[in-house]
Structure formats: structure tokens, C-alpha cells
């Protein structure tokens, strides 16, 4: 018999409930691009762009695909440059903001037992919580910048529709302070979302 509750799941643009990315990110094997130290550096002449768009020498990468596999060994080093890593290579890449972006949000439950996913611009998933923070910072013209961290100092910047969901559901829930919970952390949008 089919389970009614996982049949009437939120799910996200692509038909993913938040098991489902659960599953995912858990099957999910990344490269140990944390572990490997290439003495073969330079520039990769790549740069990712603030609305997440990836360029080569000046001209966008239209493939997907090979962004994706981009993405996968990028790295954030501790003076806060970004690198593409392999075990034999270490290239610079420019990165005008953040590397990823999160593109679409799926909210399940409500209050401390809420659960929210991320589907970044790449496809890949973050579920926010106690290791996947989520924080808005305010920008110069005092618009706020909502961020996701991904891994290992790497950041999503929360596209701004995504953001002004959260907030509507942060509102909705009346709380003391605006923000929501995910996987048991509270995370405060303040006064940027005000």
C-alpha cells in the first residue's frame, strides 16, 4: 500500500521531496578535494559570475555538465580564494560572489520540526541546518543578502524570490523573530528581511 504522506510530500521543480534529496546528498560521493595538495599551480581563467553563470576566457560554458563537474572540485582556501583542484593541479577561479546559487527551496513541516532543501543552480541539494547555515547579510544599498553555506566555506547566495518565500513563511508563522527553523537550527533573517 502506498504511503499517503510521502505521496503528498512537498516536492521541488524537478519532483524531489526532501527524502528524496535526503537520499541523495547521502548517496552523494564528492572528490577529496580537501585532502590533495598539487604543487602544479596557475590560473584557470575561469570565472563564476555573481548570478552563478560560469565563463572561460570571457565567454559562458553552455554545457551544464561540464559546470557541474566544475563545481565538484571547487575549492575555498583558507586566504578565501577559490580553487580548482586535482590530485596534480591547483588553478585560481574568480568568483564575484558566491559560487553557487540557490536557486528553488522546498519547505517541509512546520516551526522546530520544519525542514528546508535547497536546489542549487548546479542541481545539487542542501537541506539547511546546523552544518548548512543560513544567513542574510546586508548589502551596501542595505538590501539583504541571504547566503547558504554549501561546504567547506563555500557559500550559495539564496536568489532573491527563493528568499522572499522564506520570508513570507517566517511571517506567517508569527514568531518572535523572523526566521525559520531546518533540521533543528533557527535560523534569524532579522532586520534585512523586515
Not at 505521496?7 to 534529496?21: E, F, Y
Request: aromatic share 8%; no cysteine; proline share 7%.
Amino acid at each position: 500500500m502506498p504511503d499517503r504522506n510521502a505521496q503528498n510530500a512537498p516536492k521541488d521543480s524537478l519532483g524531489h521531496s526532501l527524502a528524496d534529496v535526503a537520499r541523495l546528498l547521502a548517496e552523494k560521493k564528492l572528490p577529496p578535494v580537501d585532502r590533495w595538495a598539487p604543487t602544479n599551480t596557475g590560473d584557470s581563467f575561469m570565472r563564476i559570475a555573481a548570478d552563478g553563470s560560469w565563463f572561460h576566457e570571457g565567454r559562458i560554458i553552455p554545457r551544464p555538465a561540464l559546470v557541474k563537474l566544475f563545481s565538484t572540485i571547487l575549492r575555498r582556501e583558507p586566504n578565501g580564494l577559490h580553487v580548482l583542484v586535482t590530485p596534480v593541479e591547483k588553478l585560481d577561479i574568480e568568483v564575484e560572489d558566491a559560487p553557487f546559487v540557490a536557486v528553488e527551496a522546498t519547505s517541509e513541516g512546520a516551526g522546530k520540526d520544519r525542514r528546508i532543501g535547497f536546489r542549487l543552480n548546479t542541481d545539487d541539494y542542501v537541506i539547511a541546518g546546523p552544518d548548512h547555515e543560513l544567513r542574510v547579510e546586508t548589502a551596501e544599498d542595505g538590501s539583504p543578502r541571504p547566503y547558504l553555506h554549501v561546504r567547506g566555506g563555500l557559500d550559495a547566495l539564496v536568489a532573491r524570490s527563493v528568499f522572499y518565500e522564506l520570508v513570507e513563511l517566517a511571517l506567517a508563522e508569527g514568531g518572535e523573530r523572523v526566521g525559520l527553523w531546518s533540521e533543528g537550527a533557527f535560523f534569524d533573517f532579522g532586520a534585512a528581511a523586515a
